[in-house]
């Protein structure tokens, strides 16, 4: 090993679980991986060299070849296709004389192509070495390639505004500022109950996940609470990856300490003294910023031993991500932190007895957590008041596509879609169709664009909420490249475990190809709706079994001619 790369190592203790953190370390300071550093990393962590290149080629962050100098990455996932993601790959070819996935033989310049930056309300959106900048297809690209102005943070609005009224009123990582918010008093009102009561009282609120399988929250907590074994874990899943999905972005940017909050609750809740937040490694910004919240937390007493005098210890860590869209799965999550590719793993055994380094583990969504707060400290009654029976409270929803404001809308559950749009600006005259609950959602059709945005009001439209997406598709819009830009994502992201997903989400795209070459035929249709169902049926994991819904309900819903 190298003197340089020993330094690197520093701070590490040589775990299987450290590779992943190690890779990172060593791409920041050599732009890329290379294969002595690789060799090292193994030797360090005691692990074949063969498990550390598995790991290296599985994420797509990780690079075996140099980078430039400056890396761009631009999105051409659904929102940012409409919205000219494309265009500006091709400005950019043009302009660097290189193709999508080259370097610059000066070494200044790469360039990658994405599918998505979670940054939909911000389209077309593009990183420039990992920051959010705002780029003008107007102007020539040398005009704004050397000094991009940096992206706003990005629009949250609604009514009421439960978990997103401190979003912009004060530095996210203020304890104080925070505290006079009414920050902190969901935690107080925890540490004075036993963990049995507070469970009782997030049971009781109704909150079920906001990641998209909704499972009830309390219920999690009590199974993790009453499992035997120990240490027990918290993890918040901060691997928000889907198209149309930006609402974790916009908590843990601005207002992390809301998120810390709700993971001390569950720490406390279910006995867990650590917690994880695995968050997605193109969240540079949010992830700077949480970090600073942590720290300020710490130094103020609010995570590390004996917290606020209570007897109750907790720490936080983060882990990042590196570019998979499998690993908002919950097993998948835990392979990637142990150190692994993030493929997932057969349930049963569940998270609740078997989850991180196999010990009893709650997994909860950003914005479950910043929910969990909410409610401890203004009550399950309180939370009850606004939404519906089946489905109570306030959600976060993601607007983006065709409206004039995209952006975080924070509403009571049961409020119209129409309404949602409408906040946004957008003409529902005007609506071709609506992509509800994001890529692995459905599209709903302009007549039902009155539809409830609850649990049940979108199961009985055949709908489902997922993530909370509403990506508006307006009028004059090819929704074949719609669909295009959802089947080269499925077919980016599967992690390859199975075969139904595997091979299915690439017949799938190539079908989809032809949809929009205008050469497709009933049979090809006829092929897609098999694929579909195989993937549905057959496939390991929710990404496969949700892969092909979208398309299939444009299809069938009458919206995508061929
Ligand atoms: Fe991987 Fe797709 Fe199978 Fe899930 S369904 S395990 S993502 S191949």
Redesign the pocket.
């Known amino acids: 090993m190298t003197e340089p790369l020993q330094t690197l190592f520093t701070g590490f203790q040589g775990r299987e679980e450290d590779i992943i953190p190690l890779l990172h370390r060593v791409q920041e300071t050599y732009n890329y991986l290379p294969e002595d550093a690789m060799q090292a990393v193994a030797r360090f962590t005691r692990v074949p060299e063969s498990q550390v290149y598995d790991v290296a080629t599985f994420y797509t962050e990780f690079k075996l070849a140099p980078r430039g100098a400056k890396h761009i990455q631009i999105c051409r996932g659904t929102a940012c296709r409409m919205h000219g993601g494309v265009r500006y790959v091709e400005a950019l070819e043009q302009h660097l004389g290189i193709r999508a996935g080259e370097t610059t033989p000066d070494g200044a310049y790469s360039l990658e192509v994405v599918e998505c930056l979670g940054l939909c309300d911000q389209a077309p959106a593009a990183l420039v070495n990992g920051v959010p900048v705002t780029l003008d297809l107007d102007a020539s690209p040398a005009s704004w390639l050397d000094s991009p102005p940096e992206a706003p943070q990005g629009l949250a609005a609604g009514e009421p505004r439960w978990l997103t009224a401190r979003i912009g009123a004060a530095a996210p990582d203020d304890v104080t500022a925070y505290e006079q918010a009414g920050g902190f008093a969901g935690l107080r009102a925890a540490l004075s109950r036993s963990p049995q009561e507070v469970i009782a009282e997030v049971e009781q609120s109704g909150l079920s996940g906001r990641g998209g399988a909704a499972f009830p929250t309390g219920l999690k907590w009590k199974f993790t609470a009453g499992a035997q074994s120990s240490p027990k874990f918290v993890v918040c899943n901060a691997d928000e990856s889907e198209p149309g999905t930006f609402k974790d972005r916009a908590l843990l940017e601005g207002d992390p300490l809301a998120v810390i909050e709700g993971m001390l609750i569950a720490g406390y809740a279910i006995g867990a003294a650590q917690g994880y937040v695995y968050i997605r490694s193109e969240y540079h910004r949010p992830r700077a910023v949480l970090q600073r919240a942590i720290d300020a937390a710490y130094a103020s007493g609010y995570l590390g031993k004996n917290i606020l005098g209570s007897g109750f210890s907790f720490d936080v860590e983060i882990r990042v991500g590196a570019g998979a869209y499998?690993c908002g799965?919950e097993t998948?999550l835990f392979e990637s932190i142990e150190g692994r590719r993030g493929?997932?793993r057969y349930k049963p055994p569940y998270p609740t007895t078997n989850g991180l380094f196999d010990r009893p583990t709650a997994i909860n969504n950003v914005e479950t957590l910043a929910a969990a707060g909410w409610i401890l400290a203004h009550g399950a009654e309180a939370y009850r008041s606004q939404g519906t029976s089946d489905s109570p409270g306030t959600k976060l929803f993601c607007l983006s596509g065709d409206v004039p404001r995209p952006g975080v809308y924070e509403a009571p559950f049961g409020t119209r879609m129409r309404d949602l749009i409408e906040m946004a600006g957008g003409d529902t005259g005007a609506v071709q169709a609506v992509l509800v609950g994001g890529a692995a959602g459905s599209f709903a059709s302009p007549a039902q664009l009155d539809t409830p945005m609850s649990f049940e009001g979108l199961k009985a439209a055949g709908l489902s909420l997922g993530s909370g997406v509403l990506m508006v598709i307006g009028e004059g819009r090819d929704m074949r490249e719609v669909l295009l830009s959802l089947a080269l994502f499925f077919a980016h992201?599967?992690?390859?475990?199975?075969?139904?997903?595997?091979l299915g989400?690439r017949y799938q795209l190539e079908i989809v190809k032809k949809i929009v070459a205008g050469t497709a035929t009933d049979r090809d249709i006829e092929r897609l709706h098999t694929i579909g169902r195989t993937?549905t049926t057959a496939?390991?994991?929710?990404?496969?079994?949700t892969?092909a819904t979208a398309i299939l309900s444009a299809i069938d819903g009458g919206l995508v001619k061929w």
């Open positions: 499998v799965e998948a493929m997932p992201e599967s992690c390859g475990k199975c075969n139904p997903c595997r989400t993937m496939s390991f994991c929710g990404l496969g079994m892969a």
